[in-house]
């Protein structure tokens, strides 16, 4: 039993969680600037983070249904693909349907718990916020076929996510929280786009419509990765325009030597899927190396990989900003 729930910890995609702890974790330094309840902060953290295992263990689920209905669809070539994470420990057996169904029952059923003591505790909105997100994960795999998984996303990493623990710590909403999202919203779209440029062949062929396949090829995709990441860095400049925080959030520039390695990185795979990029001392971390090259996957996995600490440095050199700012 131990050994299974480590392995759905593994296939709840644990490696994203760190999108939704950093993304947390600006709203809970602006939150706890403008003396926001630290405890409730520190319990919509771990709700968030639930939820978002919960989603990503019910998104296989449903896309597992979607595939073995295909006609023609075989386990064996579906399990050749080395770099296709998604789905692979139902594919393959590892895990049946009912431990998924029971290990997603379980993130909710506790995030439930939680959004309930906030509804008791902080009033009406809770509810609303909690109903919207609600929505957007049980329509995620279905909203994921037909070009709108970015959308979903931002909802939930912007006004959702940065509106809900903000009203839950100050039992307030104010328009400024939701200015405070864009740049780390984008920031998270920016890490789901790279998953789908790089799954552009495998979407099109499980009837998956997103933004990257809708061009006629990987390399014409990246021009939306680059509006992106530019519309990320720039939205930093609203902070200031705003009045939420003061140029020290500018640190989160120092960044773009990271964002113009990845956007190569990205062009190198859309020319060979097969190209691996060379260790950089600030790709780090990047954890289960060793066993990721033992199956061959690294080309995919070293890319998020890159990605996801885009994320985790530009969020941190942001919250420290946001602190050097008030202090």
Known sequence: MVNKFWTILECSRVFSLPMTILSWLVVFTFAVIDSGNLQYGLLAFLGVCLVHLGTNILDDFFDYKSLIKQVGFSKREYLKNTQKTKCRYLVSGILKEKDVLIMAAIYFGIAALIGLFFFIKCGKPVLYFALSASA????YSFMSKIRLSEVAVSLTYGPLLFGGVYFVMTKTIVPEV??????TMLMTVVLLYIHTVMDYEFDLNEGH???????????????????????????????????????????????IPLATDLFKSMTDYSIDSYSVPIHKWYHYPMENMKRIEKIGAESFMIRMYQSRNLMIYFSLFLVIGLVLANM
């Open 136 to 139: 957007i994960v049980l329509l």
């Open 178 to 183: 939701f200015v405070l999202s864009l740049p």
């Open 209 to 255: 419509k997103t933004i990257a396949n809708s061009f006629d090829s990987q390399l014409d995709s990246l021009i939306v990765l680059k509006i992106f990441l530019i519309l990320a860095y720039a939205s930093v400049i609203l902070l200031c325009v705003f009045d939420i925080a003061d140029w020290q959030v500018f640190l989160s520039w120092l960044t």
